[in-house]
Antibody
Framework: QVQLVQSGAEVKKPGASVKLSCGAS????????MHWVRQAPGQGLEWMGI????????SYAQRFQGRVTMTRDTPTRTVYMELSSLGSEDTAVYYC??????????????WGQGTLVTVSS | DIQMTQSPSSLSASVGDKVTITCRAS??????LNWYQQKPGKAPKVMIY???NLQSGVPSRFSGSGSGTDFTLTISSLQPEDFATYYC?????????FGQGTKLEIK
């Protein structure tokens, strides 16, 4: 069965960076794009970007450009999301979500369990 | 960027009720509209994609409609497990924006 397992909670100081992981199993890793989405406490969902695990190409939301880097490691079937220059506004649960691969529609059919990142001095 | 606006922000209803949630896009997204359900402490789950297509395994009491800029999610007969927050999302173009959410609560 498809599973996305994310790394554990992180506590970071302002200005630091955080690198989160999302390990995939149960499907052909390189055949499905992966998204990262975050959710601040009590708030809605915010798309951060997408990575193609096959070639490693990425596309980021404009507001994170220059601060976010998404990478993948094919042998370990893991995608990573690194966010730098953290501020308190980056405190959120971060999710990886798999694009379904539907030929027409873009939908995200499997999600990781989420990783809480807390930014505090 | 495309802005997505949901209404209402919260809704109280009883088991067995029919409820409708609306979502409006700031520009036409044809039918590139998804609906997600999220329960507290859990990841979102896709319910409807392409405005009206039921995701596999989702009960048929859920339905979606609309095109262009105006969309609705309807739950025909609320069940206890349906009380959650619902988000619309446009998948027409990047950045893939979400509505602010509609919290469906038990009356």
């Amino acid at each position: 069965q498809v599973q996305l397992v994310q790394s554990g909670a992180e506590v970071k100081k302002p200005g630091a960076s955080v690198k989160l992981s999302c390990g995939a199993s149960g499907y052909t890793f390189t055949s499905y794009y992966m998204h990262w989405v975050r959710q601040a406490p009590g708030q809605g969902l915010e798309w951060m970007g997408i990575i193609n695990p096959s070639g490693g190409s990425t596309s980021y939301a404009q507001r994170f450009q220059g601060r976010v880097t998404m990478t993948r490691d094919t042998p370990t079937r893991t995608v990573y999301m690194e966010l730098s220059s953290l501020g308190s506004e980056d405190t959120a649960v971060y999710y990886c979500a798999r694009s379904s691969g539907h030929q027409v529609w873009e939908l995200w059919d499997y999600w990781g369990q989420g990783t809480l990142v807390t930014v505090s001095s | 960027d495309i802005q997505m606006t949901q209404s209402p922000s919260s809704l109280s209803a009883s088991v067995g009720d029919k409820v409708t949630i609306t979502c409006r896009a700031s520009q036409s997204i044809t039918t590139y509209l998804n609906w997600y359900q999220q329960k507290p402490g859990k990841a979102p789950k896709v319910m409807i994609y392409g405005a009206s297509n039921l995701q596999s395994g989702v009960p048929s009491r859920f339905s979606g409609s609309g095109s262009g800029t105006d969309f609705t999610l309807t739950i025909s007969s609320l069940q206890p497990e349906d009380f959650a927050t619902y988000y619309c999302q446009q998948s027409y173009t990047s950045p893939y924006s979400f509505g602010q959410g509609t919290k469906l609560e038990i009356k």
